[in-house]
Every structure is written in C-alpha cells, then in structure tokens.
C-alpha cells in the first residue's frame, strides 16, 4: 500500500528499498510478526552495520546500511497491511533512526580520526535535510488522504490509537519531541507557509528525495564500499547548504 494515491505518486530516490519491503511485509502479514518487531530488527541491522564500519568490512557495513533502509520502510508497510496504525510505532521509528544516525558518523568520526565539530555538523545538517523532506512530504500524504499518521507539526500528544497505551504513546511522544522539536521547529520556521501552498511538483519532491533516510544511507553505504570514507562527513555538511535552495524554490512554485 502506498502512502500517498496513485496519482499523486513521485519518483522518491530515497525509497528504492519500497519494492523489497512490500514483499517482507505481505510474507509476514498472517503472521504474528508486528511492525515493531520489524523496527527492532531495522535497529539490529543498523548496528550490525555500523559493527562492521568498525571493523573495517566496509561491503557488509553496506550490506547492513541498506538492509536497514528496507526493514525502516517495511515497518511502516506491514502496519498498513494489517490496518494497525501505531504511534508508539511511528515515534519509535523515528527516535532509532536519529540515534542510529548520530552512532553512524561518529563512528565515521571515529575511523577517519576527522573533526569531531564537522562530525556534529554533519549529525546537523542529515536531521535537518531529513526534516525538511518529511515536512513537505508529510504535507502531501494529509491532503491526498494518505497516511496520517505522521502529522504535519508534532504538537500536542496525540490521542493513542486502538490498541495502544496511552501512557506508552505519552513516554514516546516526549522522547520524540526532545529529539526532534528543534529540527521540526527550525524548518517550519524557514518554510511556515508551505502547508497551505497548492504546488508540489512530483520533478521537485523527487529532487527532494534526494534528503531523505534512506539516500543518505545509499550514499554513506557507496562512499563506504569505495573506501570514500573521508568524505562522508564533508559531504552531508555541504549538501545541507542546498537546504534554502529547496525552500526558495518551494516558495517560488507557489
């Protein structure tokens, strides 16, 4: 199932993992597996991964990186598949994957011996490229009656779903936001008008893709293979440069 219909369907570079995940997803949807089985063995992965950077087998770091990528999306497929929209699950995913990120560079930082100030801002500029992606693309899954279950601003503790603890989505939601309110914050305020603007060409939210999870991890899995490592950290701190970019360009769409 997708997260936005047919129609309004781009080409999401950062989603290549989707076809493989659909097939996990619909192989474990009679079974008693749950989505956020599935995010603890994206988390699994994602360790095993960065395990192997340390060790220096970079072609299994890369393995594990982009195994990751996959189970991340599969999560979310299995819970549409079962109709079992979670926060606790949606928070979960998205508390692991900034923690996961943060190890990953500095463990980059770690056997590269480069500056840790310009690892941190690499840390930086990943969380706010990934925001500003999820934040226009999250505008586009609420109009078109796609998934809602990321909502637009984070702001108030939702209302737990049927099956759901409120007082376990209450702990997740706080974390969520201690992690991530001012990565949120900081873009909507570059970009506050954008959840009511009409235009999100499908050419610009693929180019956008190019900010989310998952080709980020595409990247840091080829630079690896390559024994590109070195380059990794500048990378992501001057590709955040393309952050306004993107935003005037919004803006100048509508």
């Known amino acids: 199932m997708s997260k936005l219909p047919l129609q309004n369907k781009f080409l999401d570079l950062s989603d290549y993992g989707r076809p493989i995940a659909r097939l996990i997803a619909n192989a474990l949807k009679e079974t008693s597996v749950t989505p956020i089985h599935v995010t603890i063995a994206f988390i699994i992965s994602g360790l095993l991964g960065i395990y192997f950077i340390t060790v220096g087998n970079f072609v299994l770091a890369a393995i594990f990186l982009i195994l990751k990528s ?4 599969a999560d979310g497929e299995l819970a549409r598949i079962k109709n079992t929209p979670s926060y606790v699950g949606r928070y979960l995913d998205s508390i692991a994957d ?3 990120n943060f190890i990953i560079l500095l463990t980059i930082w770690h ?4 500056s840790l100030i310009l690892s941190f801002l690499a840390f930086l500029g990943i969380q706010l490229q990934g925001t500003l992606y999820n934040y226009y693309y999250v505008i586009l899954r609420n109009r078109w009656n796609g998934d809602t279950t990321s909502r637009i601003i984070e702001k108030g503790i939702p209302k737990a779903f049927e099956g759901e603890n409120q007082k376990t989505v209450n702990i997740y939601f706080g974390l969520y936001t201690f992690l991530y309110g001012l990565f949120d914050r900081l ?6 008008t954008a959840p009511d603007a009409t235009n999100f060409p499908n ?10 999870l998952g080709f980020q991890l595409l990247i840091i899995s080829i630079l690896l293979v390559l024994k590109l490592e070195v380059i990794i950290i500048p990378f992501f701190v001057g590709y955040t440069l393309m952050i306004p970019v ?9």
Do not use: E, H, P
């Open 98 to 100: 900034i923690v996961l």
């Open 111 to 114: 056997i590269t011996s480069g």
């Open 203 to 212: 050419w610009f939210m693929s180019w956008l893709s190019t900010f989310g």
């Open 187 to 192: 873009i909507y305020q570059l970009d506050s």
């Open 70 to 73: 996959i189970l991340d999306a």
């Open 246 to 254: 993107f935003i005037l360009i919004r803006k100048s769409l509508s």
